[in-house]
């Protein structure tokens, strides 16, 4: 047992300790950072955050304001084990990377007494659930977290809305939530990966990463269920339809962003239809634009149908309100030989299992779901990749079990816990 804790050490310390580098664009190094947190003397090579180091854009790293952190030592004489910064509540810290694109990240986490991690990123994007962690052995986890700006090549920029502009996913840092039972870090590495796949994600307010509780969607749910071989980049945005998408050069942006061998998933309908028929707002041209585009890529373009609204008849069954949107959606996709997610019809399972009332713990208003809703959706998503595009379901986390919608997950069984950041302005669309 001794000889492996050894080694364990060994090895954590060469993981994470083989020195900081600072690159820039210029620069043919590798970008790589890493962190020692604590008050002892740092490890060799690590920068060293103690609980009074607060973002300044001098340092380019820190904690963010809010949170009571301190800092606690365990027993060994580890360097990058033997101490820690934590709290009881909910901390975030951030990170300026020069950089847009993917980004590695290695962290070992633990303190001195029981634990759980839940890990988000960037705006409350899941990508760790509920991991234990016992006071005497730490915990190294890794996750892929992209990051980017609103800056296109030719100077001219994504047209933003006013919501958008101090959102953690438009800025020009890494940011990550500590959340869980007595939440606490010791050691952090982030290192540049461009040569992982990314799964792209357009769509509206029921795929973006919300930035404040309780509005929450499956975009921002689905990073968790994947294997740190692949990352999650989530351009979809509140009350977008897929011609505003095009025209506030949201698709342009991210076909920047696009290398061969990635994906793109599109769900829009939800504001598309509030502008009329499928025909009338050229809804089937615009898909075949982004399948056309993304193609051009080198990348796969999926099609996921939009879920349903909130709306239930006397006799318990959902009332359909999309329009015919979802049928043109697959006629494209069809047409085009593109994997379709019918993420309406499995919608429909999942909200009459429900039922027009036990439904009301799953969504905050009668569009946008709630954390709950939101997982579970992103189970019904995951479950459509697993049996629709089997290149995809190879980077599911070993943890995902088939999933049947007509019997979901009972509320009180969901355990995630809040984010930090809360509003009760509702997002844009419906």
């Known amino acids: 047992m001794k000889k492996a804790s050894v080694l364990y050490i060994i090895l954590l310390t060469l993981t994470l300790s083989a020195g900081t580098i600072y690159a820039d664009k210029t620069s043919s190094q590798p970008l790589c950072w890493k962190f020692d947190f604590g008050t002892d003397l740092a490890a060799e090579g690590c920068q060293a955050v103690t609980p009074d180091t607060l973002y300044a854009s001098q340092n380019g790293f820190g904690f963010l304001p809010g949170a009571d952190i301190a800092a606690g030592t365990r027993n060994t004489d580890d360097p990058l084990l033997g101490d820690f910064c934590g709290s009881e509540k909910p901390f975030l810290f951030s990170l300026d990377v020069p950089q847009e694109g993917n980004y590695r990240v290695t962290l070992t986490c633990g303190r001195n007494k029981p634990s759980t991690i839940v890990l988000r990123a960037e705006s409350r994007r899941l990508m760790l659930e509920n991991i234990e962690i016992h006071p005497d052995i730490p915990r190294t986890c890794t996750v892929v977290v992209n990051v980017r700006n609103s800056k296109l090549p030719d100077g001219r920029s994504v047209k933003l ?77 509140s009350g977008e339809t897929l011609s505003s998408f095009i025209g506030e050069r949201r698709l342009e942006k991210l076909l920047t962003q696009m290398k061969p061998g990635d994906y793109l998933f599109v769900q829009f309908a939800h504001n598309d239809m509030k502008r009329g028929t499928p025909r009338q707002v050229g809804y089937q041209d615009s898909l075949r634009h982004f399948i056309t585009e993304a193609r051009r890529c080198g990348a796969h373009p999926v099609l996921v149908t939009s879920m349903h609204r909130r709306r239930f008849d006397d006799n318990g069954k959902v009332i359909d309100t999309m329009q015919g949107f979802p049928e043109a959606m697959k006629d494209v996709a069809i047409e085009q030989n593109v994997p379709l997610i019918d993420l309406h019809a499995m919608s429909r399972l999942l909200y009459e299992a429900w039922g027009p009332d036990a439904s009301a713990a799953a969504f905050v208003d009668g569009t946008h779901h709630n954390a709950y809703g939101a997982y579970e959706l992103a189970k019904c998503v995951v479950e459509g990749i697993r049996l629709n595009i089997p290149e995809v379901a190879a980077w599911l986390t070993e943890d995902v079990l088939p999933f049947d919608p007509a019997r979901p997950d009972p509320p009180e069984t969901f355990t995630l816990p809040a984010s930090p950041m809360w509003s009760d302005i509702k997002p844009e669309g419906s």
Not at 161 to 179: I, P, S, V
Not at 207 to 216: A, F, I, K, M
């Open 161 to 237: 809305k006013a919501r958008e502009t101090d959102a953690f996913h438009w800025d020009n840092a890494l940011t990550l939530e500590f959340n869980g039972q007595n939440p606490a870090v010791c050691a952090m590495r982030v290192e540049k990966a461009d040569d992982l796949p990314t799964i792209f994600l357009a769509g509206d307010s029921t795929v973006t990463d919300q930035t404040r509780e309780p509005w929450t969607s499956w975009g921002q749910m689905l990073p968790r269920f994947f294997k740190p071989v692949v990352a999650i980049a989530n351009y979809a945005e």
